[in-house]
């Protein structure tokens, strides 16, 4: 066995969770997915509205469920409902998909800090939730200290984790649209917020270097594509090139150290 491995906590995990994006996947695809890298996906999201147009989705739930990995469904289906004034309807759908986990966004539409607030409430009572935060829009650009506000309201109001809005293409949120991370934003969240409570969007092999290099094995990433889990988890453990040395130790200390991201002075 390969000696002085980051030490990875098996599922159920609270940290270094990994969040796979499912953007439309068949039954046996899932299947696959779960043959080869069950172990190292903690939860699926059905993205945005592909529950609703995807065939055999009971089944493929229940594929994903037989290795004990959780499923959710997209936040702008989420978005959708409530545009449409119906959020008890969207309750519904959940439970008849047996589904405990529920996605909380205003990434698209408008709806106010306090009603997400107030919805975060109401449906902790019966589910566990996960708040995203950030706009779709990438000439939305929300200043650090709200991104802090609004986090900690909504952990107060009941959120178990907040999602940190990438989308899928990795350039909105907290990325720039050339898919740079925004490191003033990161360091400003992170100086104030625990990192445990944060997942990260990092869809880009790249995005999953930065924040595993600055964060370390046990970061929480989200949006990763099926076919990159197994990619994600070897950078986590520095089995492949770009995170090698990270987790190479040399009298307790990491052999290139000093190749970790400093912390950047340049504005959010």
């Not at 978005?79 to 698209?108: F, M, P, W």
Request: a negative charge; proline letters at 5%.
């Amino acid at each position: 066995m390969l000696s002085n491995l980051p030490n990875r906590a098996e599922k159920p995990r609270s940290a270094g969770v990994t969040m796979v994006l499912d953007k439309g996947y068949s039954v046996r695809q899932a299947e696959d997915l779960c043959e080869v890298a069950a172990p190292y996906t903690d939860v699926v999201k059905l993205g945005w509205g592909t529950s609703l147009v995807t065939q055999n989705v009971e089944e493929k739930i229940a594929a994903y469920r037989k290795h004990d990995i959780p499923v959710y469904l997209g936040g702008t289906l989420f978005e959708a409902y409530v545009l449409r004034n119906q959020l008890d309807d969207y309750v519904d759908l959940l439970k008849t998909h047996n589904i405990c986990t529920v996605e909380v966004s205003n990434g698209t539409i408008w709806l106010s800090d306090q009603r997400k607030c107030d919805i975060i409430k109401e449906l902790s009572q019966e589910f566990d939730v996960l708040s995203e935060i950030g706009s779709k829009n990438p000439n939305d650009i929300i200043p650090p200290y709200k991104w802090v506000r609004m986090i900690n309201r909504e952990l107060e109001a009941g959120a178990s984790k907040i999602i940190c809005e990438a989308r899928e293409s990795g350039t909105v949120g907290v990325f720039r649209p050339n898919g740079e991370v925004r490191s003033g934003l990161i360091d400003e969240i992170t100086d104030q917020i625990p990192q445990k409570y944060l997942i990260f969007e990092a869809p880009q092999k790249e995005q999953q270097v930065w924040f595993i290099r600055k964060f370390g094995s046990n970061v929480n990433l989200g949006n990763i594509a099926p076919a990159d889990v197994i990619s994600v988890e070897t950078l986590r453990l520095g089995l492949r090139s770009d995170t090698l040395f990270d987790f190479f130790y040399v009298d307790n200390e990491p052999l290139m150290s000093r190749s970790k991201p400093e912390k950047s002075h340049r504005k959010a």
